[in-house]
């Protein structure tokens, strides 16, 4: 059934395929009507599409029980660029017969990782297996020799839109912030690289509480637990609770371990309730904000649908930013003058130094 997928869907296509239906906002007008706000999904991306007033009466958006979170719809429609991104302009939505559900293969609309989750958490125990330190080692074996959490920890998102917001996302942000402090340990000074790296792979731990997932992974929403606690509160306590297991644990590393987590989004504004005042809880902040950045553009550019040259104001980043691919390489990218920008040679240094 599935014969048309997002990632290949740009400005200008039209639109007959199957999507699940992974989020619907209902908002009001100025004028007090009811309009929608949807997000379809497949495992290649999502796009987000308007239904005003008249669409959602015609389309049935407001009939209680009709095309809900989590349900898969047929869509058909055309994409249009709306400040640089895809935004679906929905003619007709019209839900599955049962015969038509029996043919959905999920694996089509769970968006996941592209790598793959045993291979990172080879990497990540190898990172861990080079620990000299007992207590550390035996605070990761406690979470990671548990098959329940572990097979949470590599199959959870890492968030629920932006960035790494997929099946295995967690495992995979987690990796990259580990690999990424494990190297900044041999680059600098004063760090304690094993307290580093176990904050680093600690930090979002919360995430597996904070965070919901429906039909194997294709739809992640906020618990109510993860609502009114958060993650770092709620990852604060479940790594407390293992600390408190292990015997003679270090008070000042203890306090250390849990300080990274606590900081880790480095503002109160952000949702820190500490902000960072150690080094190593200097560096985890700093790393996390640039892995779900790129994380978070390459979302971004995914979802502009390849034609747009800027997106439209991000919140996250506080800007438009520039999607264009580059063309610098290109052979026919010359200078003001006409001529190949092939780069400055030594000659030219010289001249203008001496």
Not at 162 to 167: K, L, M, Q
């Given at each position: 059934?599935?014969?048309?997928?997002?990632?290949?869907?740009?400005?200008?296509?039209?639109?007959?395929?199957?999507?699940?239906?992974?989020?619907?906002?209902?908002?009001?007008?100025?004028?007090?009507?009811?309009?929608?706000?949807?997000?379809?999904?497949?495992?290649?991306?999502?796009?987000?599409g308007?239904?005003?007033?008249?669409?959602?009466?015609?389309?049935?958006?407001?009939?209680?029980?009709?095309?809900?979170?989590?349900d898969?719809?047929?869509?058909?429609?055309?994409?249009?660029?709306?400040?640089?991104?895809?935004?679906?302009?929905?003619?007709?939505?019209?839900?599955?017969?049962?015969?038509?559900?029996?043919?959905?293969a999920?694996?089509?609309?769970?968006?996941?990782?592209?790598?793959?989750?045993?291979?990172?958490?080879?990497?990540?125990?190898?990172?861990i297996?080079?620990?000299?330190?007992?207590?550390?080692?035996?605070?990761?074996?406690?979470?990671?020799?548990?098959?329940?959490?572990?097979?949470?920890?590599?199959?959870?998102?890492?968030?629920?839109q932006?960035?790494?917001?997929?099946?295995g996302?967690?495992?995979?942000?987690?990796?990259?912030?580990?690999?990424?402090?494990d190297?900044?340990?041999?680059?600098?000074?004063?760090?304690?690289?094993?307290?580093?790296?176990?904050?680093?792979?600690?930090?979002?731990?919360?995430?597996?509480?904070?965070y919901?997932?429906?039909?194997?992974?294709?739809?992640?929403?906020?618990?109510?637990?993860?609502?009114?606690?958060?993650?770092?509160?709620?990852?604060y306590?479940?790594?407390?609770?293992?600390?408190?297991?292990?015997?003679?644990?270090?008070?000042?590393?203890?306090?250390?371990?849990?300080h990274?987590?606590?900081?880790?989004?480095?503002?109160?504004?952000?949702?820190?309730?500490?902000?960072?005042?150690?080094?190593?809880?200097?560096?985890?902040?700093?790393?996390?904000?640039?892995?779900?950045?790129?994380?978070?553009?390459?979302?971004?550019?995914?979802?502009?649908?390849?034609n747009?040259?800027?997106?439209?104001?991000?919140?996250?980043?506080?800007?438009?930013?520039?999607?264009?691919?580059?063309?610098?390489?290109?052979?026919?990218?010359?200078?003001?003058?006409?001529?190949?920008?092939?780069?400055?040679?030594?000659?030219?240094?010289?001249?203008?130094?001496?």
């Open positions: 059934m599935k014969n048309q997928y997002l990632k290949d869907i740009n400005i200008g296509s039209i639109v007959d395929s199957v999507f699940i239906l992974a989020k619907k906002t209902i908002k009001k007008t100025k004028n007090g009507q009811d309009f929608c706000v949807l997000s379809f999904q497949d495992n290649s991306g999502s796009i987000e308007i239904a005003w007033p008249e669409a959602c009466q015609s389309l049935g958006l407001l009939k209680k029980g009709s095309f809900e979170e989590g898969f719809v047929k869509v058909q429609g055309s994409v249009s660029d709306y400040k640089g991104s895809r935004q679906l302009d929905i003619s007709r939505l019209m839900p599955l017969s049962k015969e038509e559900k029996k043919l959905i999920n694996d089509d609309f769970v968006r996941s990782s592209k790598r793959d989750a045993g291979q990172m958490f080879e990497e990540l125990q190898i990172i297996s080079s620990f000299k330190n007992s207590y550390i080692v035996q605070l990761l074996e406690s979470f990671f020799s548990d098959p329940g959490f572990k097979k949470d920890f590599c199959f959870w998102p890492a968030a629920v932006y960035h790494h917001a997929y099946v996302g967690l495992l995979e942000h987690t990796l990259s912030m580990a690999k990424t402090c190297y900044l340990a041999g680059c600098y000074e004063n760090i304690d690289r094993e307290l580093l790296i176990t904050g680093a792979i600690l930090h979002d731990i919360g995430k597996i509480t904070e919901g997932i429906e039909r194997n992974g294709a739809i992640i929403k906020i618990t109510d637990e993860g609502k009114l606690l958060g993650h770092i509160t709620i990852g306590g479940i790594v407390l609770g293992r600390v408190k297991l292990i015997k003679g644990f270090p008070k000042d590393l203890k306090e250390r371990l849990l990274i987590i606590l900081a880790h989004h480095g503002h109160k504004e952000f949702g820190s309730p500490k902000r960072p005042k150690t080094l190593e809880a200097f560096i985890v902040y700093h790393v996390d904000h640039m892995d779900a950045d790129i994380g978070g553009f390459n979302y971004i550019l995914e979802n502009s649908g390849s747009a040259q800027w997106s439209e104001y991000l919140r996250n980043f506080e800007r438009s930013v520039y999607l264009k691919p580059p063309n610098y390489l290109d052979k026919n990218d010359t200078d003001d003058e006409g001529q190949i920008n092939t780069g400055t040679n030594n000659a030219q240094i010289k001249d203008v130094l001496f």
